[in-house]
């Protein structure tokens, strides 16, 4: 099994253009989230979906939009990339059952240069 | 909401030293607690999770964890540190009582092993 896999690895925009990360996994997963890392805060939640067709604002979701169209895929757009966006982005993916418990399984990242 | 503390930023031993990171999080209710592991250019990877039963959990590479609810910690510890643990530790935690599976994240704490 592959898991979570990212696509691009790397990224280098020009501030104001967009893009769009994406992320899928093949565990059947219900629950998938996108985090970004940056340096001395370890992982933030931006956005995450609970099932096929629904998507929630995690902590720092100003600036990006995600879709989950198929339950194995979760994409997150970036509209007009800035700066501040620099950053390592996280896709990753959890089972619904019990009460949380479950952990979560992670990608590879996505380094991201905005200039 | 929680939030999650990890006190010591960078920690850096000689091989055979124990280790001992501390995680503290503020929550009131039922707590899941994870600690990750970061190697470098990887992703990350869960080293262990407590979510009920015995506050001491073993997980993986020799790692173990005691949960301690009135003091709403969750340290991580190792008798005996390797090279190969040079790493960044993440410590995580969701609520148990709540329908929310998202992970808040500590800041890391980067460890470096000395040969």
């Known amino acids: 099994n592959a898991g979570v896999t990212q696509t691009p690895k790397f990224r280098v925009l020009k501030t104001g253009q967009s893009m769009t990360l994406l992320c899928a996994q093949d565990?059947?997963?219900?629950?998938m989230y996108w985090y970004r890392q940056d340096p001395g805060m370890g992982l933030r939640l931006i956005h995450y979906s609970v099932g096929e067709g629904t998507t929630a604002k995690g902590e720092v979701p100003d600036g990006y939009n995600v879709s989950r169209l198929k339950k194995q895929n979760f994409l997150l757009g970036l509209e007009s990339a800035a700066p501040s966006q620099t950053s390592v982005y996280f896709c990753?993916?959890?089972?619904?059952?019990?009460?949380?418990?479950?952990?979560?399984?992670f990608g590879d990242g996505t380094r991201l240069s905005i200039l | 909401a929680q939030s999650v503390s990890q006190h010591n930023h960078h920690v850096i031993l000689s091989e055979a030293a124990s280790l001992e990171l501390g995680c503290n999080y503020s929550?009131?209710?039922?707590?899941?607690l994870f600690w990750y592991v970061q190697y470098p250019g990887q992703h990350l990877q869960l080293l262990l999770k407590?979510?009920?039963?015995?506050?001491l959990v073993k997980g993986i590479k020799g790692f173990e964890a005691e949960f301690i609810k009135s003091k709403f910690s969750f340290n991580l510890r190792k008798p005996s540190v390797q090279w190969s643990d040079t790493a960044e530790y993440f410590c995580?935690?969701?609520?148990?009582?709540?329908?929310?599976?998202?992970?808040?994240f500590g800041s890391g704490t980067r460890l470096q092993v000395q040969p």
């Open positions: 407590y979510f009920s039963g015995d506050p």
């Open positions: 929550y009131g209710g039922t707590v899941n």
């Open positions: 990753a993916s959890s089972y619904s059952g019990g009460q949380g418990n479950q952990p979560q399984h």
């Open positions: 995580a935690v969701n609520a148990g009582d709540t329908g929310r599976r998202a992970l808040t």
């Open positions: 565990m059947n997963h219900e629950y």
